[in-house]
């Protein structure tokens, strides 16, 4: 009989082991405009977090970018979010579009580097920053970080209030740009971007990107160290003549501080070890490295289930 009650117990403890281990959990991920990179990279995640984590349902959800997704995150309605890493401080520490509302966000992991597209196409007579003077410029949805990156790379130009201004996704950036109703948009995006290839591949049409690198000085002074200059390479999309240089920003994956550590932990694990699962979907995601996660990348703290995962692989992370 005590062989059996042990063997009974033994069985209940496994049981509730593997129920623990299986415990059913639903997350949701704020991605971005359908046209952008953070759309096709959270559905991905959303299906590699529901095929290798037992017990998971994970969904990615459609929205204007990284300002909704970090007020998403910060507020409980969504779990984890894509976000440009200078608009991820700016809701940290409550400034610009987060003044006086500071978001209780943590990092999950550093990804790749956000760059910045400043779009044109030859017939506008745009062929530089300076050039965009009095003209019709897309600065990005409302709810993305676009906007803010670009009022304030125009700031450097001494363009802010000297263009009209108009606040489209991607997508309608680059239809309104089809049909004339715009000269130019700006869009902060991994390389290729769908929507900016679906342009250059338009017959008739001839894409430009206006060179604009030299911003980053000017950035990095009076924002604080986020920003690097870089370029897109003539290779990034059809019919681009010449590279251009331009602000990268790097993007981060965020959650909000109170998801317990075992979960965050989880996630973070996962994408290491699925990350050629990652890369089959954007080339983009390939930038992702352990190197990349110490190199001051993200201005906002890792969640202690992320430091956990790192520190596993030797890295000290705050």
């Keep these: 009989m005590k062989f059996f009650r042990r063997v009974a117990v033994f069985l209940a403890v496994a049981l509730a082991c593997a129920g623990a281990a299986a415990e059913s959990r639903t997350l949701s991920i704020g991605s971005g405009n359908t046209g952008g990179v953070y759309y ?28 909704d997704n970090l007020k998403l995150v ?6 984890i979010g894509f976000a440009m890493a200078d608009a991820a401080w700016d809701a940290y520490a409550g400034n610009d579009k987060f003044a006086g509302r500071k978001q209780p966000l943590r990092t999950l ?28 410029v897309s600065l990005g949805s409302p709810g993305g970080a676009t906007e803010v990156w670009a009022l304030r790379i125009l700031d450097t130009y001494g363009l802010h209030d000297r263009i009209k201004r108009e606040r489209l996704s991607v997508n309608e950036s680059v239809n309104a740009l089809k049909d004339r109703k715009i000269d130019a948009f700006f869009w902060g995006g991994g390389v290729p971007t769908a929507a900016v290839t679906d342009l250059a591949a338009t017959p008739g049409v001839k894409v430009r990107l206006l060179d604009h690198g030299e911003a980053v000085d000017a950035l990095n002074k009076k924002y ?40 965050a932990y989880a996630i973070v694990k996962t994408v ?20 990349y996660q110490t190199k001051g990348a993200s201005p906002i703290p890792f969640h202690p289930g992320a430091v956990r995962f790192f520190a596993e692989k030797g890295l000290k992370l705050q």
């Design 40 to 67: 096709p990279l959270a559905g991905g995640l959303a299906q590699v977090l529901s095929r290798h984590v037992p017990g998971w349902q994970v969904t990615a959800e459609v929205t204007g970018g990284s300002i």
């Design 74 to 79: 910060g507020s409980g309605r969504s779990d």
């Design 109 to 136: 992991m550093v990804l790749y580097p956000n760059r910045m597209h400043v779009v044109t196409v030859e017939g506008t007579g745009i062929a530089t920053m300076k050039d965009l003077e009095g003209r019709r």
């Design 224 to 263: 604080g160290p986020l920003y690097s200059r870089n370029v897109i390479p003539k290779s990034g999309y059809p019919g681009m003549a010449k590279d251009a240089s331009n602000v990268n920003v790097w993007n981060v994956l965020v959650v909000n501080a109170a998801m317990p550590d075992d979960v």
């Design 272 to 291: 290491f070890e699925r990350r050629a699962d990652m890369i089959a979907v954007h080339k983009e995601f390939a930038t992702l490295s352990l190197e």
